[in-house]
């Protein structure tokens, strides 16, 4: 079976909308200052965001390791259990960094604005989402999936910088 890191790269319409409006690029995976995890497990740095933001795999193994993001700013969270359930938040809310509430009231207000700039969007995440072989969840199942992993298993996961020794702060909080 091949991974879905190579599937995005080997296909464009996955590739253009998780670039944007996902903001989330294969080749952004360098975050720029040395960080670890509190509880010493390995961390692996595989993508990014226009902002700095980096997404790094947790622990040893593939693409179902947990997945932490940690933005420019000095906050991280764990968001998703392994990359199919990263690309599916990515793919149905990639507006979820301001989805404070974690509604889909306040997911379909973001997703209008959204949908001003970007007509189709939908029809454009579901081609990305066949080619990606990913059943998408509603808004409502993402948002509530990305609370309960973040204030959760997240607990688990605490982002250090590593010349201060200094955590990061909770991008979500409990």
Not at 80 to 86: S, V, Y
Not at 120 to 134: F, K, M, P, V, Y
């Amino acid at each position: 079976m091949r991974s879905l890191i190579t599937a995005v790269r080997e296909h464009d319409d996955a590739a253009r909308f998780l670039a944007w409006p996902g903001d989330f690029d294969l080749d952004r995976g360098d975050h720029g200052e040395e960080v670890h995890l509190a509880s010493g497990a390995a961390l692996e740095g595989f993508a990014g965001d226009g902002a700095g933001g980096t997404y790094f795999f947790c622990g040893d193994g593939g693409e179902e390791r947990p997945v932490l993001y940690a933005d420019s700013e000095g906050g991280a969270a764990l968001i998703a259990i392994g990359l199919p359930e990263l690309l599916q938040l990515l793919l149905v809310v990639p507006w979820w960094r301001d989805c404070r509430e974690f509604t889909a009231r306040e997911s379909h207000e973001l997703a209008a604005e959204y949908l001003q700039d970007i007509p189709d969007l939908r029809a454009q995440r579901d081609r990305a989402a066949t080619a990606l072989s990913l059943a998408l969840p509603s808004e409502a199942k993402a948002l509530t999936r990305l609370r309960e992993v973040a204030i959760g298993a997240g607990k688990d996961f605490i982002l250090v910088f590593t010349p201060e020794e200094e955590p990061y702060d909770l991008l979500i909080k409990g």
